[in-house]
């Protein structure tokens, strides 16, 4: 941490850490020449560890196998907390606090120069900063990995901040870098602040910005840019708030085969009840059918408990394509038919065929796999996956909900849920101020058909 502190605020903060039994250096501004043996000699720009710094002229300090006293005016501090210290910070716990920060702020220095070179400093509304956010507009998206990962990062701050001695080691941080009285986590929220701002800035600025001026247009294009960053934003923590949801949905699934939900899949699209025939047993199944990103599983209701569900199979949604099939013969099935889809593998004899009851409900399923293929090639582009962390991590917190050997109980009735079931659609565009809905704390958890019934934000 680099700093231009008073001289007393170094020796205050220096102290603290190194009674604390942290290590700090210091950046030496200029060359020391020693004016005698007990004197430590260093050029600037050397970095020396501080051994003590109780006295706020002199401080005694070490280079490589060098020791001695060196002019405490010499110097600027930051602190470097040692990694070694396991006993304060593991790595793991770095990274929950601060996040990619580091990315952030290596592609912020980079977007920076890019907008002083287009500011025009002698003639200001001549300057043409548009373009530097449409060069950057997909940079930008490492925000998104900030942001979800921003409550942990308070949840962790909180707990540290219980014990004296994290707290005596941020506030000499503060001290050290010289900047305002506001707590470590008020830091932290900055990223978040920061990519909320942008569309709000952008607004203002087109506003005042003649529409024939040069960068009207490239003023417009940002801000419609930065709209969509914050959309895709709050799109991936709703995703990534989901995937415990979906583990959970798994976890109460009687006689689950094969891999997880979330080896392949993140939202549940859509769900529904349907009559089944495949090859080559055309027997009619009442099965219940739940649509995520690349595959549907399809489940068999208990006869007695309706709202206990056996797994029965799935179908990847990648190698299938959907067909609309007319009332009457079905020349495939040879039977008559009503309300029909039919889902046919790409490759290969897989067919099945799939019957609503109400024709409406039909128009429902077929939007749905639109919706699908639509989710499947947005995130394609965008590059949204879960990582493994993220996946075992959320069946881990399934599996001690439902510990093995407990019967799976369901506190709703399940009918409820499909009642208020409707279609969904991708968001095209979204309010600036929901972005801010980045920071709020995690809910309550809910009931398991409350939560699967909030997996996806259906609108009429």
Not at 107 to 123: A, D, V
Not at 147 to 176: G, T, W
Not at 353 to 381: G, M, N, T, Y
Not at 430 to 458: C, D, Y
Request: charged share 25%.
């Amino acid at each position: 941490f680099l700093c231009n502190a008073s001289s007393l605020q170094l020796e205050f903060a220096a102290s603290v850490l190194i009674s604390d039994g942290s290590v700090v250096y210091a950046e030496a501004l200029w060359d020391h020449v020693t004016m005698d043996d007990q004197e430590l000699g260093f050029k600037a720009g050397d970095v020396i560890e501080v051994v003590d710094a109780t006295n706020k002229e002199w401080w005694w300090g070490r280079i490589m196998d060098s020791e001695g006293w060196f002019p405490a005016s010499f110097v600027r501090g930051y602190v470097k907390q040692c990694r070694k210290r396991t006993d304060m910070f593991t790595e793991e716990q770095l990274c929950t606090i601060f996040g990619n920060i580091e990315e952030i702020y290596r592609f912020q220095r980079k977007f920076l120069k890019g907008l002083e070179k287009n500011f025009n400093k002698e003639q200001p509304h001549l300057s043409e900063i548009g373009c530097c956010f449409l060069e950057h507009q997909t940079d930008f998206q490492i925000y998104s990995e900030y942001c979800n990962n921003h409550p942990n990062a308070c949840i962790q701050l909180s707990k540290l901040v219980k014990v004296n001695k994290y707290v005596f080691f941020f506030e000499a941080c503060r001290l050290l870098q010289k900047m305002i009285d506001i707590s470590l986590d008020g830091f932290l929220l900055t990223p978040v602040q920061k990519i909320c701002k942008y569309p709000l800035q952008l607004a203002e600025l087109l506003k005042y910005t003649n529409p024939q001026h040069r960068d009207y247009t490239d003023v417009e294009a940002a801000l419609n840019a930065m709209k969509n960053v914050a959309r895709l934003i709050n799109e991936r923590k709703r995703r990534l708030e989901n995937i415990d949801k979906i583990a959970q949905w798994q976890s109460s699934i009687e006689d689950w085969e094969g891999e997880d939900v979330l080896s392949r899949s993140s939202d549940l699209i859509f769900s529904g009840e349907l009559s089944k025939l495949s090859h080559p047993h055309a027997k009619s199944q009442q099965r219940m059918f739940f649509l995520f990103d690349h595959q549907m599983v399809y489940c068999k209701k208990d006869l007695l408990r309706r709202d206990m569900l056996y797994y029965k199979g799935r179908m990847d949604m990648d190698c299938m394509q959907v067909i609309d099939v007319e009332d009457g013969k079905e020349k495939d099935f040879n039977i008559s038919v009503k309300n029909a889809l039919k889902l046919q593998a790409l490759a290969g004899d897989e067919t099945h065929l799939l019957c609503s009851k109400k024709p409406e409900q039909k128009q429902r399923w077929l939007r749905a796999f639109a919706d699908e293929r639509i989710q499947v090639q947005h995130d394609c582009e965008t590059g949204f996956s879960l990582t493994e962390v993220q996946k075992k991590q959320a069946m881990l917190n399934a599996r001690k909900t439902h510990p093995a050997g407990k019967p799976k109980a369901v506190t709703r009735p399940y009918y409820d849920f499909l009642m208020r079931q409707k279609h969904p659609s991708l968001p095209t565009a979204l309010p600036q101020q929901q972005v801010f809905m980045l920071a709020e704390p995690k809910r309550k958890t809910s009931t398991f058909w409350h939560n699967i019934g909030r997996l996806t934000p259906f609108k009429k």
